[in-house]
């Protein structure tokens, strides 16, 4: 098994809302990453997890909070989100928080905040 | 000097020419260097790695000049089916593990 899964694939949410990001992988891969991708932009990083603790937070918003139940499963829930955060949020996962080998992504899910 | 630059195109080449790339990254220490493809609105992919001078594979060509800090990908026989951004990817020189992804460079294949 060598992929990495995200649900749901799209998803719309009002700014009131609170919804939640789901990743899972099953490589045993160590090191958890999600990344926020804006339209012919790279992505760009916003947390790391390292053996399941929290080792990068790009000073993100905390209406974004991350969460990792255990090594194979990593949570980002949302919550009072402005228009301008609508995006591609992308899970990646890697060997372990070295990035030596590359990461491997998700398919990503699609955020439209209305 | 940014971590990472490339040039964003787009490239717009006929089907069969051949194309390259290049990318510069300010981290000197690096030891692993990526070239990940990415199709419109879909997630990037690993398109080859690159840990010693060069690797290649079938059409794709990566090479690494440690001296002037650039790789590049070379593309031969280009075919319509690559068509898509390229993004380079190179450690980050803060040694946190973090890899950072240039701007991606976009190739257009044309009948």
């Known amino acids: 098994d060598t992929e990495v899964t995200q649900t749901p694939k799209h998803l719309v949410m009002g700014m009131t809302n609170k919804k939640s990001l789901k990743c899972e992988q099953h490589?045993?891969?160590?090191?958890m990453y999600w990344y926020k991708q804006k339209a012919k932009k790279p992505p760009e990083l916003m947390f790391v997890?390292?053996?399941?603790?929290?080792?990068i937070n790009e000073s993100v918003p905390s209406r974004f909070s991350p969460e990792c139940p255990n090594s194979s499963l990593l949570n980002l829930h949302l919550h009072a989100l402005q228009p301008e955060d609508s995006a591609l949020y992308l899970c990646?996962?890697?060997?372990?928080?070295?990035?030596?080998?590359?990461?491997?992504f998700g398919s990503g899910t699609r955020l439209t905040v209305v | 000097r940014k971590e990472v630059e490339q040039d964003p195109g787009p490239f717009n080449v006929p089907e069969g020419a051949t194309v390259a790339f290049n990318c510069t990254y300010s981290?000197?220490?690096?030891?692993?260097f990526f070239w990940y493809r990415q199709d419109c609105r879909k997630e990037p992919k690993l398109l080859m790695s690159?840990?010693?001078s060069g690797n290649e594979d079938g059409r794709f060509t990566a090479q690494l000049n440690r001296a002037s800090q650039y790789i590049s990908l070379l593309i031969r026989d280009s075919k319509l089916s690559d068509s898509a951004t390229y993004l380079c990817?190179?450690?980050?020189?803060?040694?946190?593990?973090?890899?950072?992804f240039g701007q991606g460079t976009t190739l257009q294949v044309k009948p």
């Open positions: 990646a996962s890697s060997q372990n928080g070295q990035g030596a080998y590359g990461y491997t």
């Open positions: 490589m045993g891969h160590r090191a």
């Open positions: 997890y390292s053996y399941e603790k929290l080792s």
């Open positions: 981290n000197s220490a690096s030891q692993s």
């Open positions: 690159v840990y010693s």
């Open positions: 990817v190179v450690p980050s020189s803060s040694n946190t593990g973090k890899l950072i």
